[in-house]
């Protein structure tokens, strides 16, 4: 079984918002002694799904954006052992122990939930959005639709799925200069491809019909 160290600032830019990286002011700050956590990637996916482990390197030299470190963890499954070293890059880095000031940033990615039609998901992109008042912990109020989903669709619960504002925020992220408005708003895209306000919403008629 081959390995190799991803690229977690790799699979960050691909999905900015679900997939963490410690911010530069705490990379900047690691030194030797410390614990960094890379994932060590196969080339193959193996039959049940298995792509490799992120496990646990304390650094053993530093120079610049590069570091040497031995491996803390014993691996579950991929043919190297407690002790082994390694060499490795400021981009390979995917979790550290040290307090990060951006954690409070990234809760709200991961943690306030919004509803999404399957339709979004499927064509990643969106065009409609709603927040009503949350109905539970967690819950935003938010929901989003492609636009293109007719009633039939729309009456059918098992085509709405309850996911991170996060994978939202992938999608489209030009939403964030108005997503912490408070309940109750709506937004339509327009022409120009720019959320507009919806003033005149039948809210009553949402709510109640």
């Known amino acids: 079984m081959n390995w190799y160290l991803d690229d977690a ?3 960050h830019r691909a999905a900015p918002y679900t997939f963490y990286i410690p ?4 990379l900047s700050r690691l030194k030797v002694d410390d614990y960094v956590k890379l994932i060590f990637a196969t080339d193959v996916a193996e039959p049940d799904g298995y792509r490799g482990e992120r496990m646990w390197v304390r650094i053993t030299s530093v120079n610049g954006n590069q570091f040497e470190g ?3 963890n014993e691996p579950y499954r991929l043919p190297i052992t407690l002790g082994t070293v390694l060499s490795f890059g400021m981009e390979h880095i995917c979790q550290t122990e ?14 306030t939930l ?7 998901l ?18 935003s109020g938010w929901s989003f639709l492609s636009g293109y989903e007719d009633d039939a669709y729309l009456n059918d619960a098992d085509h709405f799925h309850i996911v991170s504002i996060g994978v939202i925020l992938n999608i489209d992220d030009s939403i964030l200069t108005f997503v912490k408005q408070p309940p109750l708003c709506v937004y ?5 491809g720019e959320f507009q306000e919806i003033e005149d919403f039948d809210w009553d008629g949402y709510l109640n019909g």
């Open 98 to 111: 040290l307090e990060d000031p951006a954690e409070d940033e990234w809760d709200y990615y991961m943690d």
């Open 23 to 26: 911010s530069t002011a705490v």
């Open 70 to 72: 031995v491996l803390d």
């Open 9 to 11: 600032h790799a699979l």
């Open 114 to 120: 919004v509803t999404v039609s399957a339709d979004v």
């Open 188 to 192: 339509e895209r327009d022409e120009d």
């Open 122 to 139: 499927e064509r990643e992109e969106f065009h409609f959005m709603l927040r009503d008042e949350p109905h539970e912990e967690g819950d």
